[in-house]
């Protein structure tokens, strides 16, 4: 059963650094990892979609990398700002299904960026 | 457009009510999903419908109840709901090739069970 995993939980940093959340998954035959962004209460926003075969994927000031052979993602956010302050959710894509995707997310992790 | 809508944004029933959520994209998306999430928790999956067929039932309790009347429409009935199924519900679609487009989600529905 794939299991992802978060850390840290909750990050909170001043305006203007840079930052890296982490992700790990147990299971790497993945056909795509994506990461989102959850603010209270809203739905989810997709932020990056990497699929198996690519090793990162850029928008703007965040940059995301996959190491499927190990299981890990990283997204970077590049000169935070008080408006990125959300939770941050990773989910990965597993093999098997033959119509639609599954699923699965981390915990996330609880992003405040302070003024 | 990127944009999955849901309606209504809040809905409050009793568990003896029937109610029904709505979901509708125009992005041409032939996979279509619903998920639950509790507070504080990731979603988990509660349905898939692909080419308006249902594909993925994740063991959810028969008081819920999808349906897909069209490629862009997706439904969830409910009906004798528990407390403890108030939660956030979550649309998404997505592209269907094998495995693995982008999903788009929805706003939700912020249902709560009297």
């Known amino acids: 059963k794939q299991e992802v995993t978060q850390i840290p939980a909750a990050l909170s940093v001043p305006e203007g650094e840079n930052l890296v959340l982490n992700c790990s998954f147990t299971?790497?035959?993945?056909?795509?990892l994506q990461w989102f962004r959850q603010d209270p209460g809203k739905g989810l926003t997709s932020l990056l979609l990497i699929q198996s075969s690519q090793r990162e994927q850029t928008s703007g000031r965040l940059n995301a990398s996959l190491d499927k052979s190990s299981g890990r993602s990283t997204l970077y956010i590049a000169a935070s700002q008080p408006g990125d302050s959300a939770t941050y959710l990773c989910a990965v894509s597993t093999e098997g299904e033959t119509s639609g995707s599954r699923l699965t997310f981390g915990e996330g992790t609880q992003l405040t960026v302070n003024p | 457009d990127t944009e999955v809508t849901q309606t209504p944004k809040h809905l409050v029933m009793g568990m003896t009510n029937k109610k029904s959520l709505k979901c509708e994209q125009h992005m041409g998306h032939r996979a279509m999903y619903w998920y639950k999430q509790k507070a504080k928790k990731p979603p988990e999956l509660m349905f898939v419908y692909s080419y308006e067929k249902l594909s993925i039932n994740e063991s959810v309790p028969s008081r819920f109840s999808p349906e897909c009347p069209n490629s862009s429409l997706l439904n969830l009935h409910l009906h004798a709901l528990q407390p403890e199924d108030s939660a956030l519900y979550l649309c998404?679609?997505?592209?269907?090739?094998?495995?693995?487009?982008?999903?788009?989600f929805g706003p939700g529905t912020r249902l709560t069970v009297t």
């Open positions: 998404a679609s997505s592209q269907v090739r094998g495995l693995g487009y982008e999903q788009y």
């Open positions: 299971d790497s035959a993945i056909y795509n």
